[in-house]
């Protein structure tokens, strides 16, 4: 059981570059979300998907895109890159069955120069 | 939407002495509390959480406070050790919210042998 996977976990790229980072998870969790960490900011919602098919944006979503076409999988992507996403960011997933604790991906460090 | 304010946002503390870290919400309906734990380079980690039906748990050296009708709830660890050094999160969930926490800023926990 790997529990959520992300992959990289270390990027660099250029300005204007696109990309999209991975995540995938074997518990059966319908929901999955992506956070991006800055210094001082805690973890601030990118987007989220409840299922299968369906998703929505959190409170950072500009420059950013998912699909959610399996349980499993939540890919982001970045479409043309600035420094200002410049973060790192953790996949999570949590089951909906009542209020319980979200787990999270090892995380993907990403510099943009 | 939930706005969650966490101090402070640095704490030093002597190994031994206790560490206590508030939270406060603003959404009422919020029912779901839970703390994470992040090590350096780490991803976070879920260390206690709290349901709005209880006023306080406790887990060995950690324990959580809640107080609905003001809103706010903290985090308590007690003799402190240097592997409790690490950035501490505290966050905010409710029923209808999709998998969705709102995360307090973090507050970096030193402690001092």
């Known amino acids: ?113 | 939407g939930e706005n969650v304010e966490q101090h402070p946002s640095t704490l030093s503390v002597q190994e031994g002495d206790s560490a206590v870290i508030k939270c406060t919400y603003s959404d009422s309906a919020s029912n779901y509390f839970p703390w994470y734990k992040q090590e350096l380079g780490k991803r976070p980690q879920l260390i206690i959480d709290i349901r709005s039906n209880v006023g306080e748990k406790k887990d060995q050296r950690i324990a959580v406070t809640l107080n609905k009708t003001a809103k706010h709830f903290s985090l308590h660890i007690t003799e402190t050790q240097p592997e409790d050094s690490a950035v501490y999160f505290c966050a905010a969930s409710k029923t209808d919210s999709w998998g969705k926490f709102q995360f307090g800023a973090g507050t970096q926990v030193v402690v001092t042998p």
């Open chain 1, 1 to 113: 059981n790997a529990g959520v996977t992300q992959t990289p976990k270390f990027q660099v790229l250029k300005t204007g570059q696109s990309m999209t980072l991975q995540c995938a998870q074997d518990m059966n969790h319908e929901y999955m979300s992506w956070y991006r960490q800055d210094p001082g900011m805690g973890l601030r919602l990118i987007h989220y998907s409840v299922g299968a098919g369906i998703t929505d944006q959190g409170e950072v979503p500009n420059g950013y895109n998912v699909s959610r076409s399996t349980t499993e999988d939540f890919p982001l992507r970045l479409l043309s890159a600035a420094p200002s996403q410049t973060s790192v960011y953790f996949c999570a997933s949590r089951t909906p069955t009542g209020e319980t604790e979200a787990f999270f991906g090892q995380g993907t460090r990403l510099t943009v120069v």
